[in-house]
């Protein structure tokens, strides 16, 4: 009887889904289309180009006509902060994408959707000659029906045209950004056409809630019904609507739910299902474990239309100066992805669009650094990016493409929210990010708590507004650069940030240890070289500063691995930061910032900096407390034989105690190590910890490298390291390590 009862229960749930042979009824549109630009709005007498989907107007074949003005290898950098962007050295253009395609007879009796995820900029669609519509919509899905113009059993011309970025009108919710030269039109991501019947399935928004053990589901429902003409005409029809979870992996069906809804006619509206999710597996970096909503809707009896999409069931929340996932207490380590300045790379090519690259810079190297988070910085990304994180255990901070006010309120407002319809589903997207560096009333006070509601999941991040500023203040962004030379006055002392020093407390860490919010330092590290080892177009007067002038690539790259090390080391080791993201990991080459890799981007061949980084952001270690006396200047040397007393600085991100014994060594000119001495360790939970060493200097004098080395149980070792002098030399020479070094 058991067994009776088990089987009718799932006849019942599987009744929720669609054969897979007959729905959903979608044409993919991504491939080779024909291309072409223009200086007006007309479209071209031919296409003489091709391009693939997704793609932006520089892999069009043969290239375009101002290809070398928008990709230039500058062969020395020009000291440079900023960049107007109406100052323009191409001609703008229309670029035109035309596909043709065959539409079966079958799906005559359907509704038919184009939809295109991203394009950039001002996109106009055209179906057999017939003008379906514009969107000045960027970063979101710009869609249209099909209509009448739709010839089934036959070939249908899709004409698509988008304008250039200096046209994109001032209503439109795109920001500006200072450091980005060119901006590339095109369609970036994918396009495709989907049929339904009467009622659609526009958008489908899953919410889960591991503390109430629910899904949310939040639905917009597209009637396609005609409006009422005449008085008594239906304004409305019912529908009934079902949805299956299954696990994504196994095929396992956990729960369903139904419920019968009214869907105006010829308009959209939201639907609501909550289900109850009593036993489930949570979603977490180390477990990234993903289910299946499907999601179907009849209309008349009959099936209309069809969903799935994957979610996870995870919490991510803030509780006082903290962020907690799954209830649990989550410090944050990681960098930041520039896209959209990439896109202006010379060597961006196709690589943007390729799935085993996107994974080797996004998760690869996430799981060998120690991160566990990624801010994507001024400008989204491709969905399937998103979806790389959902399925290996990346957070993501989702950060929309405002820096420099650009905007209309209600523009922005139908934006916004239908980037959370549209991107809110993916459990990767745990931090909202409507403003960088920059302040909004309307977005901080009315648009953000209007959001809130319809996505309660997340947290919500607004550039430089504070509690000061908003009413709700759930975190800040505080982005603490040190070490800028351009921003000092006329004889200041240019020792200002004492690198190295971890109790270094200037205006900015004192605001962060005073904040209520959440503090996620999500920027830092002016000390950006381009791959070839030569400093940006922000930094040429720091290395001169540090280095002197005509310093070598070797030279440069080995300064900003230690730099970044030792400021990652500072910001770690407050207690009051709930997480740190070094800027930057993948950006422009040749802009006014660099990220940490060397040569051609398509090898992702590592610098020492990124190599150092899995030390600094060891989620358990120690780090010593001295500022550097290499690179620093007017550091007078320790005497020599004399006592060096200092502290080292013990974090630890997990919830349990961790054990471990740090030996420290000092490492002459030559490499041989003149002292060595180890102690146990214990280190408290989510606390600094501050353990005084007292050791014995050498009478040698000379340039020093002092190591302490810290390893806890079945983990690796931890380096952070030091450059000591020690006695009177004319010059100090330094023995230097690899992060390998055992």
């Not at 289910?291 to 999409?309: L, M, R, V």
């Not at 980037?419 to 745990?430: A, F, N």
């Not at 403003?435 to 009333?441: K, L, T, Y």
């Not at 040698?700 to 002092?706: D, H, I, S």
């Amino acid at each position: 009887m058991k067994s009776i009862v088990i089987a009718l229960l799932s006849l019942v749930c599987l009744s929720g889904i669609l054969p897979a042979a007959e729905w959903p009824h979608q044409i993919p549109l991504n491939g080779i289309w024909d291309f072409e630009q223009t200086t007006n709005a007309f479209p071209p007498a031919k296409f003489s180009r091709k391009i693939p989907v997704p793609g932006l107007a520089h892999l069009a074949i043969p290239k375009i006509e101002d290809y070398d003005k928008f990709f230039k290898r500058p062969e020395k950098v020009d000291a440079k902060e900023q960049h107007n962007l109406y100052n323009i050295d191409y001609t703008p253009r229309y670029s035109w994408y035309r596909k043709k395609i065959f539409i079966p007879a079958e799906l005559s009796d359907k509704e038919g959707i184009i939809t295109i995820k991203k394009s950039q900029y001002v996109t106009q669609v055209y179906l057999n000659g017939i003008d379906l519509g514009s969107s000045m919509a960027c970063y979101t899905p710009v869609e249209f029906p099909l209509g009448k113009g739709l010839k089934f059993g036959a070939e249908n011309e899709i004409l698509i045209k988008v304008g250039d970025r200096i046209w994109l009108p001032s209503e439109a919710a795109g920001g500006t950004d200072k450091e980005k030269e060119h901006y590339l039109p095109g369609i970036w991501d994918d396009v495709q056409l989907s049929f339904s019947g009467a009622v659609r399935l526009n958008r489908v928004l899953l919410l889960p809630s591991v503390a109430e053990k629910k899904l949310t589901a939040k639905l917009q429902l597209r009637n396609f019904k005609p409006a009422q003409i005449f008085y008594g005409d239906a304004m409305s029809d019912s529908v009934t609507i079902n949805i299956v979870i299954r696990e994504k992996k196994s095929g396992e069906i956990v729960t369903s739910k139904s419920g019968r809804f009214n869907a105006k006619r010829d308009n959209l509206t939201e639907a609501t299902i909550d289900i109850p999710m009593n036993n489930f597996r949570k979603w977490t970096p180390d477990e990234p474990f993903l289910y299946e909503a499907i999601t179907s809707i009849s209309f008349g009896n009959e099936p209309s239309d069809q969903n799935t999409k994957n979610f996870g069931m995870r919490d991510f929340t803030r509780k006082g100066k903290f962020f907690y996932l799954n209830g649990e207490k989550t410090i944050l380590r990681g960098t930041n992805i520039t896209l959209q300045r990439f896109f202006e790379d010379p060597d961006c090519g196709n690589l943007v669009w390729d799935r085993e690259w996107v994974k080797k810079l996004l998760i690869n190297y996430s799981k060998e650094l120690n991160w566990n988070m990624m801010r994507i910085c001024v400008g989204i990304v491709p969905d399937f990016w998103y979806d790389l994180a959902d399925e290996n255990g990346l957070m993501f901070q989702n950060e929309w493409l405002y820096w420099q006010n650009h905007g209309w309120d209600d523009q922005i407002r139908k934006e916004y929210t239908d980037w959370v319809w549209s991107d809110g589903s993916h459990p990767s997207i745990v931090i909202w990010d409507a403003i960088n560096e920059n302040w909004d009333g309307y977005i901080g006070n009315q648009l953000i708590p209007e959001l809130k509601k319809l996505d309660p999941s997340r947290i919500w991040d607004s550039g430089y507004m504070t509690a000061e500023q908003m009413e709700s203040d759930e975190m800040d962004e505080p982005h603490p650069y040190q070490g800028v030379v351009n921003w000092l006055q006329p004889g200041a002392n240019r020792n200002f940030y004492p690198l190295g020093d971890l109790d270094f407390s200037p205006g900015a860490i004192d605001e962060i240890q005073n904040a209520g919010a959440a503090q996620l330092v999500n920027e830092y590290g002016w000390i950006w070289l381009w791959r070839n080892g030569i400093p940006s177009k922000l930094t040429v007067e720091a290395y001169e500063h540090y280095l002197g002038k005509n310093s070598s690539p070797e030279q440069n790259r080995e300064f900003q691995a230690y730099w970044m090390q030792l400021e990652t080391e500072w910001l770690r080791s407050n207690p009051s930061i709930a997480g740190v993201l070094a800027f930057c990991h993948l950006t422009n080459n040749y802009g006014y910032t660099g990220d940490w890799f060397v040569d051609n981007i398509k090898d992702l061949k590592p610098s020492p900096t990124l190599k150092w980084f899995k030390h600094a952001f060891a989620p358990v270690a120690t780090y010593i407390n001295l500022p550097d006396e290499r690179y620093l200047k007017m550091k007078e040397p320790h005497q020599s034989g004399s006592k060096l007393l200092f502290n080292l600085i013990g974090i630890n991100n997990f919830s349990a105690p961790a054990n471990g014994n740090v030996v420290i060594r000092l490492i002459d000119e030559q490499g041989i190590e003149v002292i060595s001495l180890s102690q146990s360790v214990a280190l408290a939970p989510f606390l600094r910890t501050d353990i005084p060493v007292s050791i014995e200097l050498p009478e040698k004098a000379g340039g020093y490298l002092l190591i302490a080395q810290f390893t806890s149980a079945n983990n690796k070792p931890v380096i952070s390291r030091r450059y000591l002098k020690i006695g009177q030399q004319p010059q100090y020479n330094y023995y230097t390590i690899n992060p390998d070094y055992q």
